[in-house]
């Protein structure tokens, strides 16, 4: 099946331009993401990093305006220090800027992962990351049941925000701050009968949080996995199951194929070591399926492009390199960089983050 | 913006609002994925951080995040100080209810909305009424995963036995609506093997039974469905029943379609209906797991099926049956 079609290019520029054009403002009617900005932040220069046209793109001073950007939202305060999503609730006084959060302008774990990696993606030093502070968020957001909640003393608690405290704590090397018991016992709590994992106790198996939770325990510093051979090999059935004759994947069974899937379920299937029994060409042929024509990745043929679809596309193929053949006309368009499936992010840009964020004891 | 409904009065121009200094949001000079905000939301916002700077908590606080909420469902930091208010200001909640029954069908997919549900349900714990409401938006979105996380948190954490009577006829209905809804299928499971044992359910095997004839039935109407499969599998994983329990059931799934048998009755072994697409991938998979399981010659069966499915009838999963035949050849040479 593989080799009767042939691939279409991948448009790298055209991409490129998209995740450029976002970085330099978004239209109104994308306000619901004015308290996630720092997670668009990193989807449109985490592309650009993938594509490596982050330097040809974006100019010194953008760059360094924007790590002075990020570094504006590292706050500290009573729970700890990490990273605001953005300043949508940020006051002007520069004063008042510069003291303790509030209650209502608190760090953000999702918010401090995603902040963490682009500032990896713009070579920052971290000389400014208050690392201790970091360690006191991640214990001020664990909850008794193991899992996180996404900003302490409140938001909501479920496996995202549990998997980004666990990069965190790698990316310090230090995990002196979370009980480890307690959330792998919320992670076992999440599994399904069908062998994906749910969002929270009792949900359905879905891929995004799947990935989070063999992720997390990929990540967390045990030398044993704590998953059975059995179970190990029900999860890996369950995904593939979900990859659907358009090569793309589905999140849950019986739903249609979405871009995204096609990172979360594959990322799972790398992390399980069970990577090369994806059809990659395929997987290929329903991403270029999803190309918008004037730049960016939709989720599905037909639809808008979006940065957290575009980047979570190219992150697969960065995975799931497909084998090229003489017929396909930009063979070279589909060649990129490998990613670090754990932390997702560049290889080189996951080495640079290990280096300078690990606290050095 | 061709829309003709007008602008809202900004609040620098409504009196009541007057006493509020209104706070700009910093930015720095070069802001990163900066939004071009519409001028209400610039206005609401700037009078939401000049009240939290204030610290009031009133009615008219209620006004305005619902406001923001309206214009930006995400806005977490409106929900939580609208939460704070509802109590500070002993605010009715079931009041707070009805208005999230509108805002949770309009903004269905965002976290914020079902999150201030929750918080609402812990101070009000009426969670009958809550089912009902559920069931409504589930004919607008019957796979909405919110919904369902809420419904079953709403189940778990008051556990009332009342509150899980018509459960299974909910999940039932929502099935003859559509057999591959796969969220009703984990609910099934969720509630027939997750949530404890429930008066009347005592006797384990007449439900085992009971849950066996079902999906079997269901599968034999539509035997192409992932959901009911991993159902099958699922209650006899959490049973410890071996597959092979389940071969006569499979076997004719396996085959072309065997027009003499369809109009069988047989409540344990029920054959495909006469419209099914045989042979069923699902059925030749699980087929070659029972003599997989058997081990020793059986193996030979088992790689005979996998080759089928990879080179007939699951070609787009090819590597995945040609590791699955590596693998069963290395078990029977060790």
């Known amino acids: 099946m593989t080799k009767d079609f042939n691939l279409p290019p991948l448009a790298r520029l055209a991409h490129a331009g998209h995740a450029r054009r976002c970085l330099s403002g978004l239209p109104d009617s994308q306000i619901e993401l004015d308290s996630g900005r720092m997670a668009v932040a990193f989807y449109c220069l985490g592309a650009l990093d993938l594509l490596k046209m982050l330097q040809d793109k974006v100019s010194m001073t953008d760059r360094e305006s924007w790590q002075e950007w990020i570094w504006e939202q590292h706050t500290r305060g009573k729970y700890g220090s990490g990273f605001r999503p953005s300043p949508f609730m940020t006051v002007s006084s520069e004063v008042e800027r510069t003291t303790s959060y509030t209650d209502y302008d608190t760090p953000h774990i999702i918010m401090t992962y995603t902040a963490l990696l682009t500032l990896a993606i713009l070579r920052d030093d971290f000389s400014q990351l208050d690392k201790q502070g970091i360690l006191l968020l991640l214990k001020a957001c664990q909850r008794e049941d193991g899992s996180f909640s996404t900003i302490p003393g409140g938001g909501e608690t479920d496996l995202r925000t549990l998997y980004c405290a666990f990069v965190i704590a790698h990316l310090l090397d230090d995990w002196s701050t979370i009980n480890l018991q307690n959330a792998f016992s919320f992670i076992a709590s999440c599994r399904s009968y069908e062998g994906g994992y749910g969002q929270s106790a009792h949900c359905e198996a879905n891929g995004g949080t799947t990935y989070i939770a063999m992720a997390a325990m990929e990540l967390a510093p045990v030398s044993t996995t704590p998953l059975t051979a059995l179970e190990k090999r029900k999860t890996i059935e369950w995904a593939l199951h979900n990859q659907l004759e358009s090569g793309g994947f589905c999140g849950r069974t019986n739903k249609l194929a979405d871009a995204c899937y096609c990172f979360w379920i594959g990322g799972s299937l790398k992390i399980l070591g069970a990577g090369d029994l994806v059809d990659s060409r395929s997987l290929a042929s329903f991403l270029a399926s999803c190309q918008f024509r004037f730049g960016g990745i939709a989720k599905a043929p037909g639809e808008h492009p979006d940065p957290y679809h575009t980047y979570l596309s190219l992150a697969t193929l960065s995975m799931f390199p497909p084998p090229v053949y003489e017929n396909d006309a930009s063979g070279s368009s589909w060649i990129f960089d490998p990613l670090d499936p754990l932390i997702n992010a560049r290889q080189e840009t996951a080495d640079w983050a290990r280096k300078y964020i690990a606290i050095k004891h | ?334």
Not at chain 2, 100 to 111: G, P, Q, R
Not at chain 2, 199 to 217: A, M, P, S
């Open chain 2, 1 to 334: 913006m061709s829309v003709s409904v007008p602008e809202p009065l900004r609040y620098a121009d409504r009196p009541e609002w007057n006493d509020v200094a209104p706070v700009e949001q910093y930015e720095n000079v070069n802001p990163l994925a900066p939004i071009f905000y519409t001028n209400e939301y610039k206005d609401a916002t700037d009078y939401f951080r000049g009240i939290i700077k204030t610290g009031e908590k009133s009615q008219r606080v209620l006004q305005l995040t619902e406001h923001i909420i309206r214009l930006n469902p995400a806005h977490y930091t409106a929900w939580q100080y609208r939460y704070e208010t509802l109590l500070a200001i002993e605010a009715n909640l079931e009041d707070e209810l009805r208005l999230m029954d509108e805002l949770a069908i309009t903004y269905l997919k965002t976290y914020q909305v079902w999150h201030h549900r929750r918080l609402l349900m812990l101070q009000i714990r009426k969670p009958a009424p809550e089912l009902v409401f559920i069931a409504r938006t589930f004919q607008v979105d019957p796979k909405n995963y919110h919904t369902w996380s809420y419904r079953q948190w709403l189940l778990a954490y008051f556990n009332d036995a009342n509150l899980w009577i018509g459960e299974l006829d909910f999940v039932e209905e929502l099935l003859n609506d559509d057999i591959r809804n796969n969220s009703a299928w984990h609910h099934r499971f969720f509630t027939v093997w997750q949530s404890g044992v429930r008066e009347g359910e005592e006797d384990r095997e007449r439900v085992l039974r009971r849950e066996l004839i079902y999906v079997k039935q269901s599968i034999s109407l539509a035997p192409n469905n992932a959901s009911a499969w991993n159902y099958l599998r699922g209650i006899l994983d959490h049973n410890s029943i071996p597959y092979q329990k389940m071969i006569t059931f499979v076997q004719p799934y396996t085959l072309l379609l065997d027009e003499q048998v369809a109009d069988l009755v047989d409540l344990e072994n029920p054959p495909p209906s006469k419209s099914a697409h045989l042979p069923c991938a699902s059925a030749i998979e699980f087929l070659a797991d029972i003599y997989e399981a058997e081990g020793g010659n059986s193996m030979l069966k088992a790689t005979e099926l996998w080759k089928s499915l990879g080179n007939e009838h699951d070609i787009s999963r090819k590597k995945y049956w040609e590791y699955r035949i590596r693998e069963g050849l290395r078990a029977i040479q060790t």
